[in-house]
């Protein structure tokens, strides 16, 4: 059996505030840390039926980025869950919801600029 192992390190400020965070996967084409802003990651528990979640962003995310993660997250999302259940009208209203997020958030942008 082959193993995969991710590796995340989490650098913290005195105030235990991510400042850093970089990634690195065993069967990544990357031979060095990659570094990233923010990151989610979901475990389920299927003991429990509960989902168990790690949430990180360093002080260097801006909240447009924040804005296209989410966005992206969530798209992904729905491809995902249509390619684990054929569940296309439920794929599409994800993909649906991250598209009217995304609008919302620019234009509560352009508001505020205005």
Do not use: C
């Amino acid at each position: 059996m082959h193993t995969s192992t991710i590796t995340v390190n989490v650098s913290l400020d005195q105030d235990k505030v991510p400042d850093q965070i970089e990634w690195k996967a065993t069967d990544s084409t990357a031979a060095e840390f990659q570094k990233a802003r923010a990151m989610m990651i979901s475990f389920w528990d299927g003991a429990d039926k509960s989902a168990l979640r790690v949430d990180l962003w360093t002080k260097e995310m801006m909240v447009d980025e924040m804005a296209d993660f989410f966005y992206q997250t969530m798209s992904a999302m729905a491809d995902t869950y249509l390619r684990a259940t054929q569940q296309q009208e439920l794929s599409d209203d994800l993909k649906n919801f991250a598209k009217e997020f995304y609008h919302k958030f620019r234009k509560s942008q352009e508001q505020q600029n205005s």
